[in-house]
């Protein structure tokens, strides 16, 4: 499967901003999806993941009550609608696919083998 993510920019602390990640195939909806970040100098980390069926969503402690991931297997899209933006939100942001999943692995980078190319958010304060 193949992954764009679009929907960065430069926002202030406070502000909301929705990333979208487009998947091409057929199989889309077969691949559990994730979301990650890295700031500069920084590992990438997990955000948020969301299950093939998108009945099960699992997010990062940063996150979680500011963001919400979701997904439109009919579109083959995955997003991640941000509020309460923070400047330590700041990073280039990417869209990940997986066969594997569970509450267990959902934010180890290791277990997606697909990967979007990023898009940027800034957050100024």
């Known amino acids: 499967v193949q992954l764009q993510a679009s929907g960065g920019g430069l926002v202030q602390a406070g502000d909301s901003l929705r990333l979208s990640c487009a998947g091409s195939?057929?199989?889309?909806?077969?691949?559990?999806m994730g979301w990650f970040r890295q700031a500069p100098g920084k590992e990438r980390e997990f955000v948020a993941a969301?299950?093939?069926?998108?009945?099960?969503?699992y997010y990062a402690d940063s996150v979680k009550g500011r963001f919400t991931i979701s997904r439109d297997n009919a579109k083959n899209t995955v997003s991640l609608q941000m509020n309460s933006l923070k400047p330590e939100d700041t990073a280039v942001y990417y869209c990940?696919?997986?066969?594997?999943?569970?509450?267990?692995?959902?934010?180890?980078?290791?277990?997606?083998?697909?990967w979007g190319q990023g898009t940027l958010v800034t957050v100024s304060s």
């Open positions: 195939g057929r199989s889309f909806s077969n691949y559990n």
């Open positions: 969301i299950n093939w069926s998108g009945g099960s969503t």
């Open positions: 990940a696919a997986s066969i594997s999943g569970g509450p267990y692995y959902v934010a180890q980078k290791a277990i997606y083998g697909y």
